[in-house]
């Protein structure tokens, strides 16, 4: 690093073994449970609120003796990050590509050697050691607890396109082009990002400019100035511009409104008019912030249920719902592998055989019980009971 400080990646948890740097999560939760036992509250309630309660109280994120003072080894400084399991800031990991490395379960040191595709590993990462802070690791004093370092290989796995995704492509990018055209300058649109965004699937912005024929294609990608990898759009295309809401931080289902403006496939669309509720402000930040807002939860429900995974098998876990959408019946559909926010509609012609006949049975349920809906009234939310229900079909 340019700062001349040596780092390395040490990955653990308590359902993946112990090694030197496991205080560090014990640190964490000590200080935690001291702070609920001197407010005599449970202050720590979820992950979010651990991470909330790290970043804003815990007093940890500088430690208090100085790097200098330890002989330029220890915590210099430590920072929290949030991933939600679901919804905006999670991790997309249907968009992830597939590796496949045999035997990494028992290893917890991963070190780049600057070599692609390749990586030394270590049973246990030493951090004591002299020969191991100068990076020379083969010659550990600890060895005999570390492990001899190996090289391992990292094989991406080839990933198939079905014929059910080249179809289901197509009609996404056709109803996006006509929910597009709808979409009102100063209104909110969901887009979804391109195929191998590793960060996020999909985007909300405001409106600036409605579709339009573009005159002329826009630029390539650049990892080097362009926070999020967008489909490019062709001379002749059609196109709608967009100025981009950013969450507060990676994570946060908080937004403001930022000053990046670009311009995206009409295809790409996926749900139009999302609404954003302001979220309430002291009186004191209301002059020196910019408004803040969050995703009214019926838009939210809406954009996960019309978001594909495209580059990836699908095989049905279950139908979860049926509705008639604009005259069409429609299926909301489980996919193995991937969470709740990534259910989609999908028309009756899309499903196997197999996989009608449990539709049929949905379908029938949601008619018996008057639960049927109608294209005005969006897309109805998945409810425990009818998932509960579909695991006895």
């Not at 308590?14 to 200080?31: F, I, Q, R, V, W």
């Not at 001899?148 to 990933?159: G, M, S």
């Not at 979220?279 to 020196?288: C, F, K, V």
Request: hydrophobic share 35%.
């Amino acid at each position: 690093m340019g700062s001349g400080i040596r780092t390395n990646w040490s990955f653990f948890e308590s359902c993946h073994g112990k090694c030197y740097c496991d205080p560090e999560g014990g640190t964490l939760k000590n200080a935690a449970r001291q702070g609920e036992l001197r407010a005599r509250v449970h202050l720590c309630k979820s992950s979010e609120e651990l991470y909330k309660w790290a970043v804003e109280e815990s007093r940890l994120a500088t430690p208090s003796q100085e790097l200098e003072a330890k002989g330029g080894r220890g915590i210099f400084r430590r920072f929290f990050y949030y991933i939600p399991s679901k919804g905006v800031g999670a991790v997309d990991r249907s968009r992830q590509p597939k590796f496949k490395a045999e035997g990494t379960s028992l290893l917890h040191e991963f070190i780049d050697i600057g070599v692609e595709g390749t990586v030394l590993t270590r049973r246990a990462a030493c951090h004591m050691c002299r020969h191991c802070w100068a990076g020379e690791r083969r010659s550990c004093e600890n060895i005999a607890y570390t492990g001899t370092p190996e090289e391992l290989t990292i094989v991406r796995e080839k990933e198939p396109v079905t014929s059910l995704s080249r179809v289901t492509r197509l009609q996404l990018d056709k109803a996006g082009l006509e929910r597009a055209a709808g979409a009102e300058v100063g209104s909110n649109v969901c887009v979804e990002t391109h195929n191998g965004e590793q960060t996020v699937p999909w985007v909300v912005g405001q409106v600036v400019e409605g579709m339009g024929t573009a005159g002329e294609g826009s630029p390539a990608f650049d990892a080097s100035k362009d926070a999020i990898r967008f489909d490019s759009v062709r001379a002749g295309e059609a196109a709608l511009r967009v100025q981009l809401w950013e969450p507060l931080e990676p994570g946060s289902t908080t937004f403001t409104i930022s000053d990046v403006v670009v311009l995206v496939p009409a295809r790409r669309v996926r749900v139009v008019g999302v609404e954003l509720e302001a979220l309430r402000q002291g009186t004191r930040r209301a002059d020196s912030r910019t408004q803040r807002f969050s995703i009214a939860a019926d838009s939210l429900q809406e954009i996960r249920a019309e978001m594909p995974t495209m580059d990836d098998e699908w095989e049905v876990e279950a139908v979860v719902q049926y509705r008639a959408y604009y005259r069409k019946e429609q299926y909301l559909i489980k996919w193995m592998g991937y969470g709740e926010d990534r259910n989609t509609w999908e028309p009756l012609e899309h499903l196997s055989d197999e996989v009608k006949e449990q539709a049929a049975r949905v379908k029938e349920r949601a008619l018996a019980a008057g639960e049927r809906t109608s294209a005005c009234a969006g897309p109805a939310s998945t409810g425990p009971g009818i998932s509960g229900a579909l695991a006895a079909c």
